[in-house]
């Protein structure tokens, strides 16, 4: 019988990191937010965890995040230089 493998996590490898040329960033409000998990099942990087904060140290700013958000409690912003 062949085990599951779990979910794969960024790793604190430099070549991972893309902080440094995300061009927005998602900030969540957290009044709006109703703690579906959505947001976290969708990231293609798997950046945001079980208390949906969103490690932005590995996070693309792709937007999949807030586009997912039933209550639109996410936005993206533009990151500031």
């Avoid at 969103?54 to 912003?77: H, R, S, T, W, Y």
Wanted: aromatic share 4%; hydrophobic share 35%; net charge negative.
């Amino acid at each position: 019988m062949r085990e599951r493998l779990a979910l794969s996590r960024p790793g604190k490898a430099a070549s991972g990191r893309t902080g440094s040329w995300r061009t927005f960033r998602p900030v969540v409000d957290e009044e709006a937010c109703n703690a579906c998990g959505l947001c976290a099942q969708y990231c293609p990087d798997g950046v945001i965890d079980e208390e949906l904060n969103i490690d932005l140290e590995f996070c693309k700013g792709c937007g999949i995040c807030a586009n997912e958000c039933p209550k639109q409690a996410i936005a993206m912003v533009r990151e500031e230089r």
